[in-house]
């Protein structure tokens, strides 16, 4: 895939690329002599994990090339690359999506979960990924972990055949299937004991 | 992925214009899940030099009930369609279909306008890079008639006859079966007339044209969706069958019955339904109805195993259907 720019933020008139929004809206302002900026289209804003990204994108670019080669999310990973695999899931906007099949340009405005933020935020099912070791080479766990935690988001206390069901997008090689709903169920019951603690009686 | 414009769209007139201006030479985009595969793999002599997204045109993604009419906005995914309670009372082959479409992942990004624009499947005419310039592109001959042909149409070919490639969507026969109209930015057609195979294309749509809403009738009776695939997931269908019957003292009164997978376009199995009009369901009238089905079967050399699927798929629709008391 072509890489047509790097993240950052470049002038729209003049493509002169700049860190921060400030520095573009400066050099607009004095070579340009105009205040308002544009916004082409490639320009997005979106959330990753909590954290604010204001970028250029090409067309082409998928979002999971802007995650994983460009902003350094390397949790998700491409297999297939065709939608078939379940390896690049990431959550957008609480729904579990193929990021090789999404293209970065149409995410503007979305907030996106990757496998990265489930375990910065300690999520109960990475401890129990680990214990139940539902993986073997580990190169699909990620996509797993990420499409069990959306199905956690909505359905806080699935039935083994709702995970498999959720699960059946995620490929793995290593066959280690007969671990994840053991593992999942694990973790549903931590998160459900953890809310029953924090809402008063 | 080579480059391309990209526009998004803010209204279906934008949509349109877009398109027009391109002359055939853009592609619309919601999903994603198919046109971006086909543009990866650049299985077309011609990479598009646009896409238009019509994601971001507001009020197509819903699903209405109006007096027992159901509505579905373009927009609407699959995943949506299929945990939907009405959709689920009422039109039970149609949320089947749904839920037994690819995985959830595909479900959550797939919208059912999507769905029924697909292209065909056929692994000479999807081969990547074009190494196959076959008939439905303009070459000339149809590499599955002579090549490996177990996944490809046993009711003939399409585009001249020639054309052996089929439409894998699970959400079209449910529709033809539930006698949908399928409404684009300019007019309404029934979902049976919407397919039509041609060079390059599969639909009536002209190419400044885009589906906006797919409205069901009230149901006349209960309907029921089969799909036979190698796997659970993620698979296209081998062959999957939609009916629809209704019944009054036991007898049928109306029938629809629609095939895919089979063919170029989804396969109305008409026969069927006039072996059944008339009689109770039971196993003897769906086993003749799916010898009816099958009457007109032409195989290829390796795709003989489809017709009984195609038989086994609609004896078992049929006999699903025979729920009077469900609607």
Redesign the interface.
Known sequence: ??V?AKPGYSCPYCATSFNTVDDLKDHVLKVHGTEALPRP??YVKLTVNGQAWELEV???W?LFYLLHDQLGYTGAKTFC????C?SC?VIIDG????SC???A??CDGKNIETAEGIAAAKHPLIEAYVKHHAMQCGYCTPGFVV?AKALLDRNPDPTVEEIK??????LCRCGTYPQHPIAIIEAAKKVLAARSENTPA | MRSFAHFNAATVDEAVSVLRRYGGKATVIAGGTDVLGRMKDEILPAYPEALVNIKTIPGLDFIDEIDGVIIIGALTRLEDIALNRAVQASCPALAEAARRTASTHLREMGTIGGNICQDVRCWYYRNPDNRFSCLKKGGGRCYAINGDNRYHSIFGGSVDQGCYAVHVSDMAPALVALDAAIKTSRREVRAEEFFKVGMLRTTILDDDEIVTEIKIPKPVGWSAFFKFALRKAIDFPIVNCAAMMALAEGKVTEARICLNAVHGTPYRARKAEEVMIGVSINEDTAEAAGSAAISAAIPLTKNGYMVQIAKTMVKRAILACNCPDKL
């Open positions: 895939m072509a047509a289209e490639g090409a067309p082409n998928t690359d065709r939608g078939a379940g899931t729904r579990p999506v193929l099949m999404t293209l340009i149409e499409t069901e959720a699960l059946a997008g995620n």
